[in-house]
């Protein structure tokens, strides 16, 4: 596994910066189900100190070579950072890919304890209505991508006519619409979204879906998408930080523990770069709460996995409906 740019042996497939994303689900608000935030965040969570820590993110990320920027609606007031820091720094914003999402409504009003839900989904017209409104209030014309947030079967996203005609129309309007897509059916799910089509043209180009080391049951559907012209987007690539550093300690991550001390690699990185070198992944999204994560995830552009690594990391998946069970007991703090 060369971790040196320069080194003539190294590996072909050699993902740079720009394949790396930056997600913005663990700092625009102040609850979130990733593992180590009491440590990670300050004590204060407040409107300012999350902007803050959202614009150091965005311009270390940037300064670094990220070239893709996901945001949702629900993400607390994450959209609204990200377009005043695309205000603020018009050379970037020319630049970046911005990808938000509609589906879910924040709902836990600046607080982490004592809320029912933090978010409620619903994939209708309605809501549709509204959140594009509130999207293009905050991001206007910076709307690159626009995805239905957490489709599973049964949304209304894959069957709703009226839903569809609206994607198509901000389709039309150039903006790549998809979904993003999570639980143990997810192959099932992009596969029925490859599917719809509006006046005879596919409606979906875009997914950005759970790949990780333990979760790896989308891969075919994703490599469908892929083949189709879809951009493909990988999220949760350290499951939520179970395969970041501290957090990587149990025999289920041995080997990646193994294979990063072998490297000279973090398990953060190695898990990302074991996404990024998945032939059908074209962005692959760190979600880092700090500088000093964002720091050591982006190191993963520089570590090229060869197929025996890989290999010998296939062990770590679980059955999918195991690791979606462990994710839905995350708390939310
Ligand atoms: N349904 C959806 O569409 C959906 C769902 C989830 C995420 N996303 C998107 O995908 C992005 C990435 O996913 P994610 O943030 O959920 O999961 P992730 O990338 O699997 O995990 C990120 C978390 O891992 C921890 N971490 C990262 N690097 C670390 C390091 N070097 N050392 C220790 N801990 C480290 C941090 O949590 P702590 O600081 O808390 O430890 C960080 O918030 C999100 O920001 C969001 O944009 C979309």
């Known amino acids: 596994m060369p971790t040196d740019p320069a080194d003539p042996t190294a590996a072909p497939a050699r993902p740079q910066p720009a394949r790396l994303g930056l997600g913005t689900a663990a700092v625009g608000r102040p609850g979130y189900i990733t593992l180590g935030r009491d440590t990670d965040l300050p004590a204060e969570r407040t409107v300012d100190a999350l902007r803050r820590r959202t614009h150091d993110l965005l311009d270390a990320a940037y300064a670094a070579g990220v070239r893709y920027l996901d945001t949702a609606r629900s993400y607390g007031r994450a959209e609204e950072f990200l377009a005043q820091w695309l205000t603020e720094h018009p050379e970037a914003a020319a630049e970046v890919t911005v990808g938000s999402k509609w589906g879910y409504t924040y709902t ?5 304890t004592g809320v029912g839900a933090h978010e409620v989904k619903e ?3 309605a809501v549709f209505d509204r959140q594009i409104r509130e999207t293009r209030a905050l991001l206007g014309e910076h709307l690159d991508v626009y995805l239905v947030h957490s489709v599973v079967p049964g949304s209304p996203a894959l069957t709703d006519p009226a839903l569809h005609e609206r994607l ?4 039309a309007e150039g903006v790549r619409v998809g979904l993003s897509t999570s639980g143990p059916a997810q192959g099932d799910t992009i596969r029925e979204a490859l599917a719809v089509t509006v006046d005879g043209r596919p409606l979906f180009t875009a997914v950005q879906a759970t790949w ?10 994703l490599a469908e998408a ?5 951009l493909v987007v990988v999220k949760e690539g ?5 395969l970041a550093g501290r957090n990587a300690t149990g025999p289920d991550t041995a080997a990646l523990r193994a294979l990063a001390a072998r490297t000279g690699t973090g398990p953060d990185a190695l898990a990302l770069a ?6 059908w992944a074209d962005i692959v999204l760190s979600g880092a ?8 995830n982006l190191t993963a552009a520089r570590v090229h996995p060869d197929p025996q690594d890989l290999a010998a990391l296939d062990a770590m998946a679980e059955p999918a409906q195991a690791y979606w069970r462990t994710r839905s007991q995350l708390p939310w703090a």
């Open 238 to 242: 350290m499951a939520n930080g179970r």
């Open 289 to 296: 709460a700090t500088l000093d994560q964002l720091a050591s």
């Open 274 to 279: 074991a996404a990024a070198a998945q032939p």
């Open 212 to 221: 990780n080391l333990l979760e790896t049951s989308a891969a075919p559907a």
């Open 123 to 125: 994939h209708s017209t």
């Open 168 to 171: 198509a129309a901000l389709a």
């Open 108 to 112: 836990a009003d600046w607080q982490t």
């Open 226 to 230: 892929h083949a189709a012209g879809w």
